[in-house]
C-alpha cells in the first residue's frame, strides 16, 4: 500500500470530531482495495484525456519560457526513508525544482486558477483556493528533495496572453511536517483497515 500527493488534500482534511472524515476514509477503503489488486475505475475519461494531450504543450511553454530541459519520470519515486511515500511529479527540473501541470478540461478550472493563482509569499498560500493544490506540490516537493515546484495552468481555448500561467512555490517545511505526520496516522489506519479485512475473510495478501 502506498500513498500518493495527488491525494494528500484528502488525507490532510478532517472530520467532525474526528481524524478523519468522510473523504479521507473513502480513500482509506481505495488503498486498501488496491493491495488486494482491485482500482476504483476511472470515471473522468474526457479529463484524463485532454491532460495527457495538452501537458506537453505546457511543458514545451515552460521549458521555452524559462531555457530549460524538463525530464518526465517514468516510474513513480519512492520517498528516500518511508516505502509507502511515492507519487510521480509532472516533471523535474533539477534536483532541486519540480514541475505540477494542470491542463483542465474543465475552462472554469483555468479561469479560477488564472484569478486567484497568487502567492504574495511563495512559502505559503495566500487564499483557501491553493489549499486544493498547496498538499500536493509539498508532498511531491517531500517526495523528490526539491526546494521549489512550478505550478503550471494550460488551456489553449484561451485567447494567447490567458492561455499560460506559472507560479513558482517554495518548499515549506512545516507543511511538509504535518504531511508526514498525518500520512503516518493515515497509513496506520489503511493497515487497521487491512488486517481487518484479511481476519474477516481469512485470506492472505504480499
Not at 37 to 55: C, D, M, N, T
Not at 125 to 138: F, H
Not at 178 to 186: E, L, P, Q, T, V
Request: charged share 20%; hydrophobic share 40%.
Amino acid at each position: 500500500m502506498y500513498l500518493t500527493p495527488s491525494n494528500y488534500k484528502k488525507i490532510m482534511s478532517k472530520g467532525k470530531g474526528v481524524d478523519f472524515g468522510l473523504i479521507a476514509q473513502d480513500y482509506a477503503t481505495e488503498v486498501v482495495m488496491q493491495s488486494f489488486g482491485v482500482y476504483k475505475p476511472e470515471v473522468k475519461a474526457f479529463s484524463l484525456a485532454h491532460g495527457i494531450e495538452f501537458e506537453p504543450m505546457a511543458i514545451e511553454k515552460f521549458e521555452l519560457a524559462n531555457l530549460v530541459t524538463v525530464t518526465k519520470p517514468i516510474l513513480s519515486i519512492t520517498h528516500p526513508t518511508i516505502p509507502y511515500i511515492k507519487g510521480r511529479p509532472d516533471g523535474i527540473v533539477s534536483a532541486s525544482s519540480i514541475i505540477e501541470v494542470k491542463c483542465p478540461s474543465n475552462p472554469i478550472n483555468h479561469f479560477n486558477n488564472l484569478k486567484e493563482f497568487c502567492w504574495l509569499n511563495s512559502s505559503k498560500p495566500v487564499n483557501d483556493y491553493m489549499l486544493n493544490y498547496w498538499w500536493q506540490i509539498q508532498g511531491y516537493m517531500w517526495i523528490t528533495g526539491a526546494t521549489t515546484c512550478t505550478f503550471i495552468s494550460f488551456d489553449p481555448r484561451y485567447p494567447y496572453e490567458l492561455q499560460y500561467i506559472e507560479q513558482t512555490v517554495e518548499r515549506c517545511e512545516d507543511s511538509i511536517t504535518d504531511i508526514s505526520n498525518r500520512c503516518a496516522k493515515f497509513y496506520n489506519l489503511c493497515l487497521e483497515l487491512q488486517m481487518d479485512m484479511i481476519a474477516k475473510l481469512d485470506i492472505q495478501i504480499d
